[in-house]
């Protein structure tokens, strides 16, 4: 099992940035595809952004051209820069690791847009 820990959430006004990181454990990372999803209160979690094992990336309309994903093999870390926060964006940012044989997620990370 891949373990995932995400860190970098927080409190932000909006038309802020934050930038979000998931670490992950094992040998192997360079081949999963990794995403990021999120939930806000109430409603069900949400894909934000993937990016494949080759690198290739994909968006939801609501955060294209605000947040960019990333990851770095050598650090076994994927990474979520997010600017040009909204309110709407406020949500639990989940990270998570497909790996064929499986998937994991992390434990979440809170993201509160408010001023």
């Not at 409190?11 to 930038?19: D, E, K, T, Y």
């Not at 670490?23 to 990794?34: P, V």
């Not at 955060?63 to 770095?72: E, I």
Request: net charge positive.
């Amino acid at each position: 099992q891949v373990q995932l820990v995400e860190s970098g959430g927080g409190l932000v006004q909006p038309g802020g940035s934050l930038r979000l990181s998931c670490a992950a454990s094992g040998s192997f990372f360079r081949f999963y595809a990794m995403g990021w999803y999120r939930q806000a209160p109430g409603k069900q979690r949400e894909l934000v952004a993937v990016i494949s094992s080759a690198g290739s990336t994909n968006y939801a309309d609501s955060v294209k051209g605000r947040f960019t994903v990333s990851r770095d093999n050598a650090k076994t870390t994927v990474f979520l820069q997010m600017n040009s926060l909204k309110p709407e964006d406020t949500a639990v940012y989940y990270c998570h690791a497909d790996y064929g044989l499986g998937s994991s997620w992390g434990q979440g990370t809170q993201v509160t847009v408010s001023s």
